[in-house]
């Protein structure tokens, strides 16, 4: 198609703008993030949203589901660019790039927007630092049918291309907000809710639990779990068998293993 | 001590021989592997490996641990340097260092000395890519009381710095084996076990479904799964619950799910 842009040199603006997207401060003063696969892109546009921006490598295989991606961008106005593959992976910051990239507007991430009718299970990240952790939080988020990702405190960024890609598509179908605790807890008590935690401070063991919907389903961050007080404001503590010399599971585990007993149990 | 080695240049051989551990090509060729910070060598000695060298950072707080580990390896006949902390920082590739830093032999991981009746369930991963998933599956076999990890075909390298950071020491407790699938299934068969994943195919609820000891749990590749042929040569196929737009979970969390259920069902 004639609207195609072709960019053929590394040092191209739009090359350095878009790489700049893997950087934290540049995707919050632009609001934009970027994507990467035609799997994903087309989890996205599933979900109604197209990309401000698609960039597509020249040795792309042609796909059906492309084209019509394509067709979606040029209808929505947006910028559709070719270059070469060694440019998309210094862009995405992947050896191996994906064919396909896009660039989208960030999401509204306000805690006042969030319904929490929505779901039975919402899943609370506080303080979660690394942005694996996060992504896979909300791939597992969809998988068990939550609403979305709550992140308390300071949390890694949820639009990184890390997070965004170990997500799996998840960051377009699941609701993310952000919030301090001191926003989060009058929010969470201002309607119905109950604060689900791993804990070892008078807890019950987490299988049969009486959970109840919705199910906030809250970890710490990977190194010094929750503060105490956080979970104290736990309406349930629950425990998970550990065996052996750990003490803790990985904040992703932890939010799984839980998440799908509580979706068991609700 | 006055056993203490010093070390002030980038350049220095030593070095560059520890940095080089990073590298899954000189390991190999080496034979040991390198971990990371206190806790994990404590844990690594309480299990009975000690590190053949031990580096600390000039800059550590002094701690009995450590000095009982200091004494450990001086009277094992190990080498002890002490260096500044963006040396330690070059060798273990991390931005902010742990204080000490440990070299391991590498553990011999042939399935032949794998002791299956030492515990019920043992996890299983089958060209599993990332080294975080496997040392996150390491980890997670730690918590269920598993007996190890056995790793089928191509998968990344349980010594490499990553995995065994994500191991957070549980890459000394858990058993370690390597082998082709063609290797796997003929001693699998060999003996008493239960070979289980999550599929599609011809499958029956994870909850509640007739788990028997030994047990053994295998996730397959993080974009591709497993081999059909290695599902249909399980003994029992499980489907967890997916509510969303995703049909699959990460490697290291369905581990997790299944693992924990296992453990409860058994």
């Known amino acids: 198609m ?3 842009r072709q960019i053929t040199g590394f040092s191209n603006p739009t090359v350095k703008a878009l790489r700049q997207l893997r950087d934290k401060k540049h995707r919050k003063r632009e609001g934009k993030f970027l994507a990467e696969g035609l799997r994903l892109l087309t989890d996205a546009r599933e979900c109604g949203h197209i990309p401000e921006v698609l960039v597509l490598a020249t040795t792309r295989d042609p796909h059906p589901l492309l084209a019509e991606l394509e067709a ?3 209808a929505a106005g947006g910028e559709i660019i070719e270059t070469a593959p060694d440019i998309l992976s210094k862009i995405t910051g992947k050896d191996n790039p994906q064919a396909v990239a896009g660039v989208f ?4 991430t306000s805690l006042a927007s969030l319904d929490r009718s929505a779901a039975d299970i919402w899943l609370v990240g506080q303080a979660v630092r690394d942005p694996g952790n996060l992504g896979t939080m909300l791939r597992t988020g969809d998988a068990i049918g939550a609403g979305g990702l709550i992140l ?5 960024d949820p639009f990184s291309v890390e997070a965004v890609r170990a997500s799996m598509g998840a960051v377009f179908t699941q609701t993310i907000a952000q919030a301090s605790w001191d926003e989060f807890h009058p929010w969470l008590r201002s309607g119905a809710g109950q604060l689900v935690a791993a804990s070892l401070r008078d807890a019950q063991p ?3 639990a009486p959970y109840t919907a919705p199910c906030f389903v809250m970890v710490g961050n990977e190194s010094r779990g929750l503060p105490e007080d956080y979970e104290l404001a736990c309406d349930l503590r629950v425990t998970m068998p550990m065996k052996g010399r750990a003490d803790s599971l990985n904040a992703a585990v932890a939010a799984a293993v839980l998440g799908y007993e509580v979706l068991a149990g609700l």
């Open 206 to 208: 987490y299988r049969s």
């Open 152 to 156: 308390i405190d300071d949390c890694a």
């Open 72 to 74: 979606e961008v040029a």
């Open 105 to 108: 507007a960030e999401f509204d």
């Open 2 to 4: 004639e609207m195609r």
